[in-house]
């Protein structure tokens, strides 16, 4: 289906994304490597509210939106890690599009699910469509002319309870991106092969030790190897980046509500603090300390985190009673499970203990027994406080 954006950068974007399909993964055959526990429903809300919400029956599977699914590649994991979802996946490049559905068929990923739809669509342009539990957003709205309108949008599509898991870019750590961009862009290279190919020269022409050039080859020239990831990052015609404060106002000003960063750890001051520095900054509000990070860390590229139509406050389980009442089941975005030395829900190495092994499988076999009825007796709570830390548990009160 045709797009009917009203967007101005909409044909713009388009035509951008025909020539250089986004993001230029690798198709393969079978299921998708590896996990990501942001693509799983379940798993989200575990870290959102901190427990699963009951299912109720009435309600059916969860239905699932893919805003600017570009090539497929969070579609796939979407498929695959909600089995028996309804996915829709919307784009505005046909071409990006097309590449998508090749990835999905030949991944089986319409085997898994109870549908699965793509179409070229605009973001802006779903007003007939219902409601979803969960949108997925990465790195879409920043392309738009107008991003107020496209979160608008996606916040008219959520259900009461429902989700939206953004991807913005940050001021701070794209300093040198927009350098370069600038640079390219009065050196008017284009938004095609010719630019493409200037624009890797520049980096080739630049001194060693320049600072742009290092930054590139530091930390961005692995993710720029495709080509349409490096003209993603540098050639784009329509572009736009937040710090913090700017970002909590674009939420508030959509009449959604901030959820929790998706990637928590990133803004903890002891990543970055210690001693007294570090007391003094966990007296600050959430919001000062996010505030103080955004200050320390300058590499901080983009934001990812989660809205919802209603406020959400997270569950905190510190009376032992609950707990031990609790059922749970295993985190699903695991890789190498069953082990004692897994891949965590970020892909990141873990190791548990035989005990903690055991009683992970031991719910995996009682889905529906109490953790404290499980015959762990007084280890129990240690067991399940780690398997939280690790966040290798989802609760269900």
């Known amino acids: ?160 309870k429902g989700l939206l898991h953004l991807f913005l870019y940050a001021d701070g750590g794209r300093w040198e991106i927009h350098r370069v961009q600038r640079a390219l862009s009065q050196l008017a290279v284009g938004t095609g092969s010719e630019g493409l190919a200037l624009g890797r020269e520049l980096f080739d022409h630049l001194p060693a030790d320049n600072r742009l050039r290092r930054h590139h080859e530091q930390r961005w020239s692995v993710d720029c190897a495709a080509d349409a990831n490096f003209a993603d990052m540098y050639l784009h015609p329509q572009e736009t980046s937040y710090n913090l404060r700017r970002l909590m106002a674009y939420i508030e000003a959509s009449g959604l509500h901030f959820a929790g960063f998706s990637n928590p750890s990133v803004w903890d001051p002891a990543r970055l603090l210690q001693g007294e520095l570090l007391e003094r900054a966990l007296r600050l509000s959430p919001l000062e300390q996010w505030l103080l990070v955004e200050e320390l ?48 829900p970020d892909l990141e190495p873990l190791s548990i203990d035989q005990d903690a092994l055991a009683l992970l499988q031991a719910i995996e076999q009682h889905p529906e027994t109490p953790l404290g009825q499980l015959g762990f007796g007084d280890q129990t709570l240690s067991l399940v406080s780690g398997l939280m830390d690790q966040r290798l548990l989802l609760l269900h009160p």
């Open 1 to 160: 289906m045709p797009n009917t954006s009203t967007d101005a950068a909409t044909p713009v974007v388009s035509a951008f994304y025909d020539r250089f399909p986004y993001p230029g993964d690798p198709l393969q055959d079978g299921p998708p490597p590896g996990y990501n526990w942001r693509w799983n429903l379940k798993s989200v809300h575990q870290a959102v509210y901190g427990f699963v919400p009951p299912s109720e029956a009435k309600a059916g599977p969860p239905h699932i939106l893919d805003a600017g699914c570009g090539t497929g590649v969070t579609t796939d994991y979407l498929c695959h890690l909600n089995p028996g979802a309804h996915v829709r996946a919307v784009d505005i490049s046909p071409g990006a599009l097309d590449v998508a559905k090749e990835r999905l068929r030949r991944s089986g990923a319409a085997d898994v699910v109870a549908s699965l739809r793509q179409e070229q669509r605009s973001l802006l342009d779903l007003q007939a469509e219902g409601q979803f539990d969960y949108i997925n957003s990465v790195g879409v709205l920043h392309h738009l002319d107008d991003p107020s309108a496209g979160l608008q949008s996606l916040g008219e599509r959520l259900s009461d």
């Open 297 to 344: 860390d300058p590499d901080i590229s983009h934001f990812e985190f989660f809205v919802s139509s209603t406020p959400v406050e997270k569950r905190v389980w510190d009376d032992p009673e609950a707990l031990l009442a609790a059922r749970a089941e295993r985190q699903p975005c695991l890789w190498g499970w069953p082990s004692t030395s897994m891949l965590g």
